[in-house]
């Protein structure tokens, strides 16, 4: 099993910057796939980005592309979300997750184990 735990939210200016950041306990972290979810009030929760075990393949959500970038660093148990010229748009609660299930072709991903999530709310 794998314990997540979200950190780096907060208040933030349109077009500043944020690093959310989720820590892993357990020594498998290694071998998922791991993804960043979104759910703004009154939406579906929606993937933003995710990153292979290895960190070969990325994905990214069309409407954080350029702006976002995912990272991870297997020997923290950490994985990243650099986010770069915010916009109000952005505004959810984020999660991460490790993934269940990838799919890199229909970029199609499942979780299996989640984080409680850390709000990110971008001012206009």
């Known amino acids: 099993q794998v314990q997540l735990v979200e950190s780096g939210g907060g208040l933030v200016q349109a077009g500043g910057s944020l690093r959310l950041s989720c820590a892993a306990s357990?020594?498998?972290?290694?071998?998922?796939?791991m993804g960043w979810f979104r759910q703004a009030p009154g939406k579906e929760r929606e993937s933003v980005a995710a990153?292979?075990?290895?960190?070969?393949?990325?994905y990214y959500a069309d409407s954080v592309k350029g702006r976002f970038t995912i990272s991870r660093d297997n020997a923290k148990n950490t994985v990243y979300l650099q986010m770069n010229s915010l916009k109000p748009e952005d505004t959810a609660l984020y999660y991460c997750?490790?993934?269940?299930?990838?799919?890199?072709?229909?970029?199609?991903?499942?979780?299996?184990?989640w984080g409680q999530g850390t709000q990110v709310t971008v001012s206009s």
């Open positions: 997750a490790a993934l269940e299930s990838s799919n890199w072709y229909s970029n199609r991903f499942i979780g299996r184990y």
């Open positions: 990153i292979s075990a290895s960190s070969r393949r990325t």
């Open positions: 357990g020594r498998t972290f290694s071998i998922y796939d």
